[in-house]
Nanobody, 112 residues
């Protein structure tokens, strides 16, 4: 079975950092781009960062300079280092693989 398992979400104060991780299994992850999306209640899911296999990462303007996406050498694990977190970063963050594979999401809450 195909699985995307996220971890690393939680509660952090503004200016703090979190590191999200996503491990893929049950599919040839190295053939696909992996990335992170986020969603808040009442809004559509939006791209945060993505990384094609062997390619350069793309970032949403809102997170450029603060977030870093990385992918392990085996290409089956992706991380999102989130620095300088802001209240507006609060969302459920979803790992994404290829066109249609999604993780269950992990909550990130930025609050003082």
């Amino acid at each position: 079975q195909a699985r995307l398992v996220e971890s690393g979400g939680g509660l952090v104060q503004p200016g703090g950092s979190l590191r999200l991780s996503c491990a893929a299994s049950g599919m040839p992850a190295s053939f696909y781009a992996m990335g992170w999306y986020r969603q808040t209640p009442g809004n559509q899911r939006e791209l945060v960062a993505s990384m094609p296999p062997g390619g350069r990462p793309d970032y949403a303007d809102a997170v450029k300079g603060r977030f870093i996406i990385s992918r392990d050498g085996a290409q089956n694990t992706v991380h999102l280092q989130m620095n300088g977190l802001k209240h507006e970063d609060t969302a459920v963050y979803y790992c994404h693989l290829g066109d249609s594979w999604w993780g269950q999401g992990t909550q990130v809450t930025v609050s003082s």
